[in-house]
Nanobody, 126 residues
Framework: QVQLVESGPGLVKPSQTLSLTCTVSTVYITTAFHYWAWFRQPPGKGLEWIGSVLPSGSTAYTPSLKGRISISRDTSKNQFSLQLSTVTPEDTTVYFC??????????????????WGQGTQVTVSS
């Protein structure tokens, strides 16, 4: 059983950087065949993949956020983090971290992700 827990500020001011951390338990994030991701769910919409970090440390991002998004990891703490810069109220939503065990040069469908954090609400407001 893989456990993921998101943490970070729930309120971010417009134009600032949103920073969230996902702490993973029971498996090392560098373990082969464990691919880590961030999703978000805008109000009234489905889950949206925004980026991933692979066991090698390589990253992939959704084109709609490229230039603003960065995913990094701290292997000593078994954590991976999301940073989203220059936020606007449109970035207000619930953010989730998750895991999938396959990656074939394309982003797996949402239904393939099997372990999820509880989600954390982030509100962008002054």
């Amino acid at each position: 059983q893989v456990q993921l827990v998101e943490s970070g500020p729930g309120l971010v001011k417009p134009s600032q950087t949103l920073s969230l951390t996902c702490t993973v338990s029971t498996v090392y994030i560098t373990t082969a065949f464990h691919y880590w991701a961030w999703f978000r769910q805008p109000p009234g919409k489905g889950l949206e993949w925004i980026g991933s970090v692979l066991p090698s440390g390589s990253t992939a991002y959704t084109p709609s956020l490229k230039g603003r998004i960065s995913i990094s990891r701290d292997t000593s703490k078994n954590q991976f983090s999301l940073q989203l810069s220059t936020v606007t109220p449109e970035d207000t939503t619930v953010y989730f971290c998750t895991r999938v065990n396959t990656w074939n040069d394309y982003v797996p469908p949402t239904s393939d992700y099997d372990y999820w954090g509880q989600g954390t609400q982030v509100t962008v407001s002054s």
